[in-house]
């Protein structure tokens, strides 16, 4: 536990990516291997289960603290961070700890879950006992199922491929599926990730997926791209991206977030593949009209394990295919993308099932008539356009050297609406007011104008501006309500979203997909702020 908590310190105190690199390889070459299994789950994007709910944890750390409870409640809202202000409060401890980072999660923390509370006092109280401050923030981080820290899976997977001298794209292969919280880390499991590099690299997990190619934002004009006929168009579908793999006579979905969501969607696990099969795709609700339906109807499917009948045949699921990675169990990833474009015709034709459908590539004469094509992207309920190079191979992440896709989005909805609720951020932003609640005018049933609440966003700004809107809040502060602030209305922001619908679950009656601060509106008064009435013309004109 000692070693990983100076590393998420380390790593939290720094912005600079070389410094995070040394970090993470002087870790990983020396961390024993069970403890370093836990550490690349985490590091990776895998998330803890909360073992200790939060109202324990501040019940415990007040009674452990001897502190009355309205000393810990201002200094909860000053610091804006609950295992900050645990670690704070807590008196020195007595002893030290030598316990590794997998013991504390297999033997220590997660017993505490579903445990009575008189037990999760009780090892609380002697886990405090043994920890220094970033120790006792990490365990309350872990505990509470808060983990979070500032290091991407790219920068993890590049740490590991030093340590182990194995090309780094092998290391993404090996890491696909890592943080699907249904495998527990091994020691095992981490010695075959930083092993020398075998002849049969992706047969060695069965169902495991491959590392997503990701597209780059297409920022100037199209035609820069060159001669159209080298490039191959398609709709950009709002869903969720997924590979869908058939090894061992089994299907397997998978997400880009290497979430295994198979029982989620069993008319896509029930697909009769080919033995050796990955499809690249995205998951969407179809029903019988010439669009998908809405994300919000998506939605309504993600959370559930278990899937009704009624569900399932009100919100059915297609796959869209897009691209085959694999056929008959040979990696088809180094071939151009026309070619794996005629071998994915032909699968989907022989599937021949209304769950599998094919990606639909766009005819144009020239790149003005795609741009006029690509307006008509909302009103066929999609983001935009795809655009691949036609010889471009299968990359991994993010990356140019094999050929590029491009997402060339419509620009998104905007809306000018006034901060009305600040909270404070995460890690190097805790002592910051970086979460925000946006508000738009309407009427009440006596014709009084008032702000209502319809999104929140915390992207968009530079650290230079949340300094000043940070600065703002405190002055115009007007209620607190735990970590969060009331304020006077006095700041109108630009909000870009990706898209809206109705929704009984928000005061305004509508909610937006993506918000995000697109820039500070000092031009304007609060008084010239959109109204509610201007996010339902949007509506409206979105046909939702």
């Known amino acids: 536990m000692r070693e990983f908590a100076r590393l998420y310190t380390e790593l939290d105190e720094t912005t600079a990516t070389n410094r995070k690199l040394e970090a993470l390889q002087g870790y990983f070459g020396s961390a024993a291997p069970e403890n370093a299994a836990w550490a690349v789950y985490f590091l990776a994007g895998g998330k803890p289960r909360q073992a200790v709910p939060s109202k324990l944890l501040r019940q415990f750390a007040v009674e452990y603290a001897q502190l009355d409870e309205w000393l810990f409640d201002e200094s909860y809202n000053a610091v804006g961070d609950l295992a900050e202000t645990i670690a704070h409060i807590l008196p020195p401890p007595t002893r030290r700890s030598d316990i590794g980072l997998a013991e504390w999660m297999q033997e220590r923390i997660g017993p505490l879950r579903g445990a009575d509370p008189a037990t999760i006092r009780s090892a609380l109280f002697g886990f405090w006992d043994e920890l220094d401050w970033r120790e006792r923030f990490l365990l309350v981080k872990l505990i509470g199922g808060g983990f979070r820290v500032g290091v991407s899976k790219l920068l993890v997977t590049r740490a590991l491929s030093a340590v182990a001298a194995v090309d780094s794209k092998v290391i993404a292969q090996r890491l696909m599926g890592w943080t699907d919280g249904s495998v527990r880390p091994t020691a095992a499991g981490f010695l075959q990730l930083i092993a020398q590099q075998s002849d049969q690299e992706h047969q060695l997990r069965g169902g495991q997926p491959y590392p997503f190619f990701l597209a780059h934002q297409l920022q100037g004009e199209p035609g820069a791209l060159g001669d159209l006929k080298d490039w191959q168009v398609e709709w950009k579908y709002d869903g969720i991206r997924a ?24 008319e896509l696990a029930a697909l009769a593949l080919p033995e050796g099969t990955v499809i690249d795709g995205e998951v969407l609700i179809w029903t019988d009209t010439d669009t998908p339906a809405p994300f919000a109807d998506l939605q309504k499917r993600i959370g559930r394990k278990t899937i009704s009948a009624k569900m399932l045949s009100e919100l059915p699921a297609v796959l869209v295919a897009y691209d085959l990675l694999e056929e008959e169990g040979v990696d088809l990833r180094a071939l151009p993308q026309h070619e794996r474009r005629v071998l994915l015709e032909a699968l989907v034709k022989g599937a021949a099932r209304p769950q599998l459908r094919l990606s639909p590539l766009i005819g144009a004469a020239s790149w003005s008539e795609l741009e006029a094509i690509r307006t008509e992207s909302r009103a066929r309920g999609v983001e935009g356009l795809m655009v691949k190079a036609v010889s471009a191979q299968y990359g991994v992440g993010r990356t140019k050297n094999v050929g590029t896709w491009w997402k060339w989005k419509v620009e998104p909805y905007a809306i000018d609406a006034v901060l009305i609720y600040a909270q404070a951020g995460h890690g190097r932003r805790a002592s910051l007011y970086t979460d925000y609640t946006f508000a738009v005018w309407d009427a009440d049933e ?6 209502v609440p319809f999104a929140k966003a915390y992207s968009g700004l530079t650290d230079a501006e949340i300094k000043i809107v940070d600065n703002a809040i405190r002055k115009t502060t007007i209620e607190k309500f735990g970590p969060v602030r009331s304020v006077k209305p006095t700041m109108v922001f630009e909000i870009g979203f990706e898209g809206i619908q109705l929704s009984t679950r928000h005061k305004a009656g509508i909610a937006v997909r993506f918000p995000r601060i697109l820039r500070r509106r000092d031009d304007k008064t609060v008084a010239q702020a959109d109204t509610l009435d201007t996010l339902k013309g949007l509506l409206a004109a979105a046909g939702a």
């Open 243 to 266: 590979q869908l793999v058939r090894r061992g006579g089994q299907n397997y979905l998978w997400s880009r977030g290497e979430d295994l969501i198979t029982e989620r969607f069993p």
């Open 446 to 451: 006596t014709g009084e104008l008032k702000l």
